[in-house]
């Protein structure tokens, strides 16, 4: 009963006559609408440069509170090394 109420607003809204939705510049489809398949997309790929820029800043900032974290450890004398830890010999 609802849904025959909604039907003609349904219809009449652009957004849901084609298959593929445009979400700003987003394809969603993968079809046309006569029923052909669509070309893929143009990927942009940045390789290492995406590699070393996503892992550089983890590692720092991992690295920071890390430190951080041993820093206020030791002050609070929740945990403090012993001297007989290293095995420097």
């Known amino acids: ?7 003609p607003a349904l219809k009449s809204c652009s957004r ?5 939705l ?13 029923g052909g398949v669509l ?9 290492l440069l995406r590699i070393v820029l ?5 590692l720092l900032i991992g690295a920071a509170i890390s430190k951080n974290i041993a820093n206020f450890l030791e002050e609070n ?11 420097d010999d």
């Open 1 to 7: 009963m609802v849904l025959s109420r909604l039907g």
């Open 16 to 20: 849901w006559k084609s298959p593929s």
């Open 22 to 34: 445009n979400l700003g510049g987003i394809r969603t489809g993968t079809s046309s609408r006569s």
């Open 39 to 47: 070309p893929e997309p143009h990927k942009t790929s940045f390789g």
């Open 54 to 58: 996503t892992v550089v800043p983890g």
């Open 77 to 87: 004398d929740l945990f403090v090394p012993s001297d007989d830890d290293d095995d």
